[in-house]
T-cell receptor, first 114, second 111 residues
Framework: GAVVSQHPSRVICKSGTSVKIECRSLDFQATTMFWYRQFPKQSLMLMATSNEGSKATYEQGVEKDKFLINHASLTLSTLTVTSAHPEDSSFYIC??????????FGAGTRLSVL | TQLLEQSPQFLSIQEGENLTVYCNSS?????LQWYRQEPGEGPVLLVT?????EVKKLKRLTFQFGDARKDSSLHITAAQPGDTGLYLCAGALANDYKLSFGAGTTVTVRA
């Protein structure tokens, strides 16, 4: 299957700092990428849809000013958690859309905000 | 409320036993995917089904898509400890690339 690289895999930061997470599709071009958040032993919760060259579409209840998404190329989308607080601690996962509605997922980023 | 109802939530079985996971909805999906996720990792695609009534086999895993494209099942024959993980079904509605995920089934296969 297609390869999606997500970096970093784990980040620990102080409250109030910003954290950037990168998502790259390594062997195919992805006009659409997705960002999810996952709580322990729960399913994935879609945060936003990232479209190359245009603004991201955020799901209801997700603060666009807090979770900044940039999709500047067909192989890279970034999620920046601004002014992170302990309640932002979570597992963030990106995916890239392949053929049809199939999504290929990154390995996830564990964010811990102290 | 979730678009896809996945059951059971937890499943713990002995090695060699069979298991079935179900995903049901009142909505019609253009496609449905099954993923397996291990702790601390992202979901890995197992299969995509697109045709009503379709059956796909992947070694000991059998996937079915309902005739009306509203439901799906995953059956594992002779489960092994390596099958342990979180299984997720995810469906896409017509003309939409976003996936609606089921709540997930945590499968534990004891040696």
């Amino acid at each position: 299957g297609a390869v999606v690289s997500q970096h970093p895999s784990r980040v620990i930061c102080k409250s109030g700092t910003s954290v950037k997470i990168e998502c790259r599709s390594l062997d195919f071009q992805a006009t659409t990428m997705f960002w999810y958040r996952q709580f322990p032993k729960q399913s994935l919760m879609l945060m936003a849809t990232s479209n190359e060259g245009s603004k991201a579409t955020y799901e209801q209840g997700v603060e666009k000013d807090k979770f900044l998404i940039n999709h500047a190329s067909l192989t890279l989308s970034t999620l920046t958690v601004t002014s992170a607080h302990p309640e932002d601690s979570s597992f963030y996962i990106c995916s890239a859309r392949g053929q049809g509605a199939v999504q290929y997922f990154g390995a996830g980023t564990r964010l811990s905000v102290l | 409320t979730q678009l896809l109802e996945q059951s059971p939530q937890f499943l713990s079985i002995q090695e060699g036993e069979n298991l079935t996971v179900y995903c049901n909805s009142s909505s019609v999906f253009s496609s449905l995917q099954w993923y397996r996720q291990e702790p601390g990792e992202g979901p890995v695609l197992l299969v995509t089904v697109v045709t009503g009534g379709e059956v796909k086999k992947l070694k000991r895993l059998t996937f079915q898509f309902g005739d009306a494209r509203k439901d799906s099942s995953l059956h594992i024959t002779a489960a092994q400890p390596g099958d342990t993980g979180l299984y997720l079904c995810a469906g896409a509605l017509a003309n939409d690339y976003k996936l609606s995920f089921g709540a997930g089934t945590t499968v534990t296969v004891r040696a």
